[in-house]
């Protein structure tokens, strides 16, 4: 898979502008125009015909694409809900344990069971009644 960047070399001037990764790009025409590996006076010819065809606006100096902020919106709300789906499942996880822990009382019951057993087996009272081996 590499860099990312192999893949997309075969696009267009005007499709390698239509996806930002985070944010809006900066409006610096030399800087586009370098990315988009054309000369400054094609990229401004591009630019006002992508401007014509309402494919991006310019606000406060960036450039904004209504798809691209729509999909980072997207991805930004799925990853709210994962990390609250994660968080849910946290809680249900030490609710879990705290389960667990209560079983472990009753291990703990047992193992006094147990113990019990021994101490009837060696003839020692429990309760009002002696209990012997054999009877």
């Known amino acids: 898979h590499g860099d990312g960047v192999g893949h997309r070399r075969h ?5 390698r502008l239509n996806k930002p990764e985070t944010r809006p790009i900066e409006d610096d025409d030399r800087w586009i125009a370098g990315m ?3 000369s400054l006076r094609k990229w401004r010819s591009l630019r006002s015909g992508l ?14 694409h209504k798809r691209c902020e729509f999909e980072l919106e997207k991805a930004a709300k799925r990853a709210r809900k994962h990390a ?11 609710k879990r ?11 703990a019951a047992r193992a006094t069971a147990r113990l ?6 060696a003839g020692i009272l429990f309760g009002s009644e002696a209990v012997r081996p054999g009877g």
Do not use: P
């Open 97 to 107: 344990r705290a389960e667990l822990r209560v079983v472990s009382n009753l291990e």
């Open 11 to 15: 696009r267009s001037d005007h499709q």
């Open 84 to 94: 609250e789906n994660g968080a849910k499942g946290g809680e249900a996880t030490a």
């Open 51 to 64: 401007l014509d065809k309402e494919k991006f606006n310019i606000e406060d100096g960036m450039i904004r």
């Open 36 to 38: 988009c590996r054309v």
């Open 116 to 121: 019990q057993c021994v101490y009837c087996r």
